[in-house]
């Protein structure tokens, strides 16, 4: 199976903000996604969210806990939870498994179709940047519900067993 290197799209219109995460999308573009998490916090007339998953073949871990950090970020802000669009039974799965219907509400088709997106720039991160990402997704991630704390503890003592490290050398 061919994998396609990951990439994100967006468009705000109308106080809609949709998010379309395309093919591989992996650690490599938590810093775009957690710099469009920030922003939206801060986005004036905001009123909807959508994040459509239709062309993602793969969405790791790290990401998801970007796309819960978006949620978490929105809480109290909007007047509906924010939407993910998403038809591929098995990323479906995966999102009711990690707890996103209690922060999400879940779609396989959108009202309408977004016009007008444009692919954002991957932001760079450096080593230490993407190693505290990493770290920051999956503590998101612990917190949605039981499973994920039992399934990313090991990760996450590692993470931070390896920043302590850092610090001292």
């Known amino acids: 199976m061919i994998m396609h290197?990951?990439?994100?799209?967006?468009?705000?219109?109308?106080?809609v903000f949709v998010l379309k995460l395309c093919g591989d999308v992996r650690l490599t573009l938590c810093a775009t996604l957690d710099s469009q998490a920030q922003r939206l916090a801060e986005t004036p007339g905001l009123e909807a969210v959508m994040v459509d998953l239709r062309e993602a073949t793969n969405v790791d871990s790290t990401a998801l806990g970007f796309?819960?950090?978006?949620?978490?970020?929105?809480q109290g802000r909007l007047e509906h939870p924010p939407t993910i669009v998403v038809d591929n039974p098995?990323?479906?799965?995966?999102?009711?498994?990690?707890?996103?219907?209690?922060?999400?509400t879940l779609v396989e088709s959108p009202i309408t179709e977004p016009h007008e997106l444009r692919e954002l720039p991957e932001v760079p991160a450096d080593e230490e940047g993407m190693r505290q990402r990493i770290l920051e997704a999956h503590r998101i991630l612990m917190h949605m519900n039981e499973h994920n704390r039992e399934q990313f503890q090991p990760l996450v003592e590692m993470l931070e067993a390896q920043e302590a490290a850092s610090h001292r050398d």
Request: glycine fraction near 8%; hydrophobic fraction near 55%.
């Open 5 to 15: 290197e990951g990439r994100i799209k967006a468009a705000f219109d109308s106080g």
């Open 90 to 104: 098995d990323v479906q799965r995966m999102l009711d498994v990690m707890g996103f219907a209690n922060y999400y």
């Open 67 to 74: 796309l819960a950090k978006v949620a978490m970020a929105l």
